[in-house]
């Protein structure tokens, strides 16, 4: 056991599970996605220094990455997976998935399309807005909750430090920015709130 007197709590879809001993459960939402990375013909086309990141805003909405860490784009469409929980998550691709996306790289982006290099699952857990959730809990202030909404990552650097702040300080300079990410919401404080996973 581990005692604190203040602790960042970013545990995505184990986040209620630790919540529970606080008596606080959040409608979060959990599915199961896929990434791509595709053997380019032409990689050289998709270094960082001549491909943006990128998504495509539809539906479904699809989102990609210049060649980086493997060596090839990634791609996947964004929240195209079956809910789960973290017993049943499967790490199994998905080929009707994997088919929609090599059909929409095809059609829009052909020269990133080659054999796969990788395919590998991952989880997304979402609020009922897909909003974030950075905040401390109301009736626990030494606990700071980060919830990212299936697109935390990008946004790493900047929550890092508005959670230390909070974590360390108890506030950030930053609060009118994150007003919107209460945890006490109203939204969040819905049994069965309406669910929107657009980005």
């Known amino acids: ?21 606080l008596g606080l459960t959040l409608p979060l939402t959990i599915t199961r996605e896929q990434v791509t990375y595709f ?29 980086y860490g493997e060596p090839g784009p990634k791609a996947a469409q964004d929240v195209g997976g079956e809910e789960c929980t973290i017993p049943t998550r499967s790490f ?13 790289m095809e059609r829009h982006l052909p020269e990133a399309v080659g054999p796969d290099l ?38 790493a650097s900047v929550l890092g430090r508005i959670l230390g702040e909070l974590a360390i300080e108890g506030e950030t300079p930053s609060a009118g920015e994150i007003e919107a990410f209460k945890v006490d919401r109203p939204i969040l404080r819905e049994a069965r709130p309406p669910m929107s996973f657009r980005i």
């Open 1 to 21: 056991m581990h005692r604190t007197g203040r602790i960042v709590l970013a545990a995505d879809a184990w986040t209620n599970d630790l919540l529970a001993h």
């Open 39 to 67: 053997a380019s013909p032409d990689p050289g086309l998709f270094a960082p220094d001549r491909f943006p990141v990128w998504i495509w805003m539809d539906e479904p909405s699809f989102y990609g990455f210049p060649t």
């Open 92 to 104: 199994e691709v998905n080929r009707a998935a994997h088919a929609r996306l090599y059909a929409f």
């Open 118 to 155: 990788l395919t590998k699952t991952c989880i997304y857990t979402l609020t009922p807005e897909r909003d974030f959730v950075v905040d401390r809990l109301p009736d626990h202030p030494g606990v700071v909750l980060a919830l990212g909404a299936g697109h935390g990552f990008k946004f």
